[in-house]
DNA sequence: AAAGAAAGCAACCGCTCGCTG
DNA sequence: TCAGCGAGCGGTTGCTTTCTT
């Protein structure tokens, strides 16, 4: 017996957002913050599920997320925590703050599972679910590890959440400090994204950033929305891309993305966002200070010194194997 | 240049979990 | 203890864009 829908009584609008809705959606959460989103669609007057308008905050509207290319660091990461922890997408974003679970899921499904198969000579005939083939001991003992974690999963998700929770912090300062302008500057020295919809992403965040940070630091009211109703030629998919440019004051030029975005996380408002934002405190750390969760994660084999070919990503992918022996007895 | 195929992504759906009364 | 509710998660779908022929 199912939940009814959790809209089932109210007429919901479906399908891509609009600028107006990611508007009205931003002023309120700007105004009340994130969460009781039940009290979302009644109070803006938004025809959409609470449901949905969570999912466009965390996924799209949320300041500090960073979309468009992942870098080696992110696939390496990745792809060893999918090993590890199998399709847990809301973990593994927890280990890459500025990514979402469904980037993050979006990601896998589109790029690295194909790229993982593609070098690991995998046939359509013994294509293997990536997760079971990670997560199976590979030796002679044929029992699968992922039996026993569903079997023991209450209390190894549990040691898992603790042992997550006190890392987090810890990960973020090592992978930030190896990707020193690969996480928060996208735009800076890396190279141009391959397809319109990478930078399409890019540009999403950072108007939505220039957007709030207009609203941050003028009055509350809420901007007047008719201009915009033609600004989106076709539904896009992507991601309900305003063309914010033509939203924004003139002012709206000034300072980088990295500075909006830090605008923004400073915002009080923002504070109670669920997932975390990147302390650039912390990322200005010792460099010393790897974690335990570091050391379990890119432990031995050289996948420190891993470069951008892509034999690493065997490694990373074989790891995963043994690494996941090893998690058992990390639990 | 056009049509079809493939890839990529945003959003939805259904389920589970945790909190509260 | 149990039921109801809201929030979160992972799988899936369907639309848009890009590539190939």
Known sequence: MGRPPCCEKIVVKKGPWTPEEDITLVSYIQQHGPGNWRSVPKNTGLLRCSKSCRLRWTNYLRPGIKRGNFTQHEEKTIIHLQAL????????????SQRTDNDI?????????????????????????????????????NICTNSKRIANKGQWEKKLQTDINMAKQALFQALSLDQPTSSISPDLGSPKPHHSATATYASSTDNISKLLQNWTSSSS??????????NRSSSTGE??????????????????????LNLMTETSIFKG???????TEATTDDHSSLSL???WLFDDQGM??????????????????????NCQDVF
């Open 293 to 295: 969760i570091e050391k």
């Open 304 to 325: 420190v010194q891993c470069d951008d070919d892509q034999e690493d990503l065997i490694d990373v992918s074989l790891q995963g194997k043994n690494t996941d022996n």
């Open 273 to 279: 966002v669920s997932k975390p934002i990147v302390d």
């Open 105 to 141: 899921k979006n990601y896998w499904n589109t790029h690295l599972k194909k790229k993982l198969q593609r070098q690991n000579g995998i046939t359509n005939e013994d294509n293997i679910d990536m997760t079971e083939m990670s997560s199976c001991n590979n030796n002679n003992n």
């Open 221 to 230: 009211s809420v901007p007047n929305t008719s201009s915009l109703s033609n």
């Open 239 to 260: 991601g309900g891309v305003l063309d914010h440019q033509s939203l924004l004051s003139p002012n709206s030029e000034s300072g980088s993305v990295d500075e909006k």
């Open 85 to 96: 922890l199998g399709n847990r997408w809301a973990a593994i974003a927890s280990y890459l």
